[in-house]
């Protein structure tokens, strides 16, 4: 069974700085997907970016980016120039190629200061 | 495209009693997820529907949980009875098959089991 783990409870940072956050995964799989996903106090999850395992090249959205390191089985988010609308609960998540059911973190609650 | 559609928002219930859930995926995704979101904690798959099939309700309390998805669209969660553990954020999402769009969250029901 997968999992993933992500070590950071709660993170702040000043606006406009940039912020890491670290997920770990653990699969048998060499095939799969992994994704950042961002769920403010609606609730509703929203994409902030994916990553096919099969691709070398970072997923980069804007300013969100990723460090794939698929031998140390690590999938780090980066936010450049953090904006106060980034304050959220972060979580990492996994699936499959042959399993599409998701499997997720316990999450990063993140908090720009302004 | 219009979102994935839950219902109700929020819901308080005592103990013992029934509750029903209800979501509408995004129109064409033929795959569709109930996941379970405990304070605090990353979202736990209940449920996956492909089209009107079960493919993966291996979490699901069966002497409890119930689900269903008619004609391969809506699908309907229902709890009975309650307990006071039940009290969550229950989330619908859905996918493509081919899942190139990524996962599509609903806004989700806070249940509250007093």
């Known amino acids: 069974a997968q999992t993933v783990t992500q070590s950071q409870p709660e993170m702040s940072v000043q606006e406009a700085e940039t912020v890491t956050l670290s997920c770990t995964y653990d699969?048998?799989?060499?095939?799969?997907?992994l994704f950042w996903y961002k769920q403010p106090p609606s609730r509703q999850m929203i994409l902030v970016i994916r990553?096919?395992?099969?691709?070398?090249q970072n997923a980069t959205e804007n300013r969100f980016s990723v460090n794939f390191q698929k031998a140390a089985k690590s999938f780090s988010l980066k936010i450049s120039d953090s904006q106060l609308g980034d304050t959220a609960m972060y979580f990492c998540?996994?699936?499959?190629?042959?399993?599409?059911?998701?499997?997720f973190g316990t999450g990063t609650r993140l908090t720009i200061i302004p | 495209e219009a979102g994935v559609a839950q219902s109700p928002r929020y819901k308080i219930i005592e103990k013992r009693q029934s509750v029903a859930f209800w979501c509408n995926p995004i129109?064409?995704?033929?795959?569709l997820y109930w996941y379970q979101q405990i304070l605090g904690q990353g979202p736990k798959l209940l449920i996956q529907?492909?089209?009107?099939?079960?493919?993966?309700d291996s979490q699901l309390p069966k002497d409890r949980f119930s689900a269903e998805r008619l004609k391969g669209v809506d699908s309907t969660l229902k709890i009975q009875p309650a307990k006071l553990e039940d009290s969550a954020v229950y989330l619908c999402?859905?996918?493509?098959?081919?899942?190139?769009?990524?996962?599509?969250f609903g806004s989700g029901t806070r249940l509250t089991v007093v």
């Open positions: 999402a859905s996918s493509s098959v081919d899942r190139m769009g990524g996962y599509t």
């Open positions: 699969t048998s799989e060499s095939n799969y997907y």
């Open positions: 990553q096919e395992a099969y691709k070398q």
């Open positions: 998540a996994f699936a499959g190629f042959g399993n599409e059911k998701l499997t």
């Open positions: 129109s064409g995704h033929a795959t």
């Open positions: 529907f492909q089209n009107n099939g079960v493919v993966d």
